[in-house]
């Protein structure tokens, strides 16, 4: 399915016209780059707009020809290539439509675009690597990647609300405590070597914040059905997630219908109305958590998941970031 661009232009401009820093990332249900036509006009329509002061980031799987690498290389102010930590793990996980392995592709486009760019790496961890982070951490030090963000697989985005916590049954589920333990160690390495390790857990540990994430403001993120969701977790207009869309494209007029109130409902995601974090004492420092996470697994977006909870406290106990030092240097949006 490919995005409306009238649509895209039209949400770009709504955004800009109210945005401090105007950003766009290019992001996608499957990957961006497939329709690349379309995201170079998205990418000199934003730059015709801001007279060149846009900053562009794209999540992308890496597996393309040397002349995308070549472009984004150009183009492109921060990479994240979707690469899970080591390619015997990667390779099992993300094959190409022929069933062939693609850590190989991604490599070679990882050093092409280094040359001119940031390029990161955003890990899935799953049973396979929950304990190999150290190794995994390693790799990206000899290929001088400098940043690695990482999050334990989850159920996948837009299925219906579980109302419970979630465990994934299959051979790749992680527990949570486990994953917080081994980044724990991660954390200890990257400082030695240079590396900022991360993950969505820890991104208000520098600050103290009352909002989790920008789907409380909310930013807008472009659905390729027409749609405007604040959350990753909502991609398509018709998503069980339906607290997260706020906005509809008009074809015909060419506008965007946003809901107000639903705006209002998000804004008010903070920590003061979250009853189960009032006594935490890493409150302001978590902000209640990933809403759309916590929204699918829990039912809703005011709820919290008690083990998640734990894993976060302990992370918080354990990482040694004095906020004296400022922000995290890299931050994955």
């Known amino acids: 399915m490919d995005i409306d661009i009238n649509f895209a232009k039209r949400g770009i401009k709504d955004y800009f016209d109210k945005a401090k820093y105007p950003y766009v990332r290019f992001v996608a249900l499957g990957e961006p780059t497939q329709n690349f036509d379309t995201l170079r006009k998205l990418h000199a329509y934003a730059r015709r707009l801001t007279s060149n002061q846009v900053k562009f980031e794209i999540q992308t ?12 290389a150009r183009n492109i102010h921060e990479v994240w290539l979707s690469f899970d930590g080591l390619p015997d793990v990667h390779d099992k996980i993300r094959r190409s439509k022929d069933d062939k392995p693609t850590s190989g592709v991604i490599l070679r486009n990882l050093k092409i675009m280094q ?15 929950v304990r190999r982070q150290l190794e995994a951490l390693r790799f990206a030090h000899k290929h001088k990647v400098k940043a690695i963000f990482t999050k334990i697989m989850l159920p996948p985005a837009n299925i219906a609300p579980q109302h419970k916590f979630y465990q994934i049954k ?12 081994n980044f724990v160690k991660a954390w200890k390495l990257s400082r030695k070597l240079g590396i900022f390790v991360g993950n969505g857990y820890i991104n208000n540990f520098d600050e103290i914040c009352e909002y989790a994430c920008r789907a409380c403001v909310p930013c807008p993120h472009l659905t390729p059905d027409g749609y405007v969701s604040a959350c990753d977790r909502a991609t ?29 409902t998000l804004r008010l995601r903070n920590v003061y109305n979250m009853p189960e974090c009032q006594n935490c004492k890493v409150k302001f420092r978590c902000a209640g958590g990933c809403l759309g996470t916590y929204a699918q697994l829990t039912g809703s977006m005011f709820k919290v998941i008690p083990e998640y909870c734990k894993a976060i406290r302990y992370m918080f106990e354990n990482i040694d970031w004095d906020p004296r030092q400022g922000l995290f240097p890299y931050f994955m949006t």
């Open 236 to 264: 398509y207009g018709r998503t069980p997630l339906q607290e997260f869309i706020y906005g509809r494209y008009d074809p015909v007029n060419k506008i965007i219908e946003y809901d107000e109130k639903k705006i209002k």
């Open 170 to 181: 299959d051979s790749l589920g992680v527990d949570i405590m486990d994953y917080a333990v």
């Open 115 to 129: 040359k001119r760019t940031f390029v990161g790496f955003r890990t899935t961890i799953m049973r396979l690597n």
């Open 61 to 72: 799987n890496g597996f393309f020809d040397k002349d995308i690498a070549s472009w984004i």
